[in-house]
């Protein structure tokens, strides 16, 4: 009989953390009994999570918390009836919320995530951060295992955040390099999407969600240092909040006067098409585990310029230098740099970025290893 696991997440919003557990769930369902419960299932990847052999449920946590006690108890009579063997909890809220309602059923194993390593105060919600120390007293109750995607990310909850260290154990993202690969039909169509002219302009971009731990606002003023050394660049905003409707972010981009040149494009699920038409990705993120969308550009083979938090130093030992949060500077000069770049140096650039995703965070390898944590 097929081991009945039973994931739990905030949200079916499109970010780093949802979708590896896309990718997850789909693999892991070929081997067990996958059941998915969402804290709230407003958010545009809740139909590819209920497409498969995956069983999909959810509750209606909101921001009221008086409403709170009535949801746990629906979370919890749903975990009654799912009857899982192992439930795997997914980002801090779920890990309190659904790590307690597990913990009092006391049949399943419970398993925990961690997926970021910026716990300060100043780059947290207020919520989030106590939320965060908040779990760190519980994991020595309520978990029996934590699965950090990042060393660091492991050591910084130790250290920082009350992380029983003996419980956590490092499973890396993994990618799918058959799929994100570089593709000469997807680059010209997106600029044609833009409406740049095939072979004209430098296309800079950034991807990730508008928020203060992914460093939107370092991004704009490295592209302003850019456009004054390269006067083609353009520039493109990808993930949730990055729209024409985000009226701090429209005042961020005229202020520096790069709005005439930028594309604001909102949350997309064609990333890898994205990324082979873009000519260079800037993270500027304050804080990271492991960034899902550094892996997906060194499988296509995109240049990249980073921040040095989290795993990402790691990830790329010995290929580059990685920068300190707001060094935006010698980011700008890095950038610069890469897209003056030579034809025959930028290949062998990309075909090392891409060599170290196959060599070090294969996707089969990675998923193998969660397969082996569960059974």
Known sequence: MKRKICFIINQPLIGGAELFLLKLTEYISQYASCHIVFLNPDGPLFEKFANGNKKVHFVKFSKNPLSYFREFLRLRRLLKLISPDIVHTWLYMSDFSGGLAAYTLRKPKLYWSIRQSNVSFSQNRLHTFFI?????MLSRFLPDRIISCSEVAKDVHAANC???RSKIEVIPNGFDTKKLRFNNDDRNKFRKELGIQKGKANI???????DVQKGVDNFINIAKLIREEIKDSSFVFVGPGCASDNEELMALMQTSGISEVSYLLGSRNDVQAI??????????SRGEAFPNILGEAMSVGTPVVTTNVGEIPIILQDIQACFVPGDNLNMAKAAVGLLRMDESSLKRYSSILRERIIERYNYEMVMEMYKEAYT
Do not use: E, T, V
């Open 132 to 136: 965060i120390r908040l779990c760190g």
């Open 162 to 164: 009350f992380y029983k």
């Open 204 to 210: 800079i971009g950034f991807i990730g969600r508008y």
């Open 275 to 284: 990324l082979s038409g873009i000519d260079l990705l800037i993270i500027p």
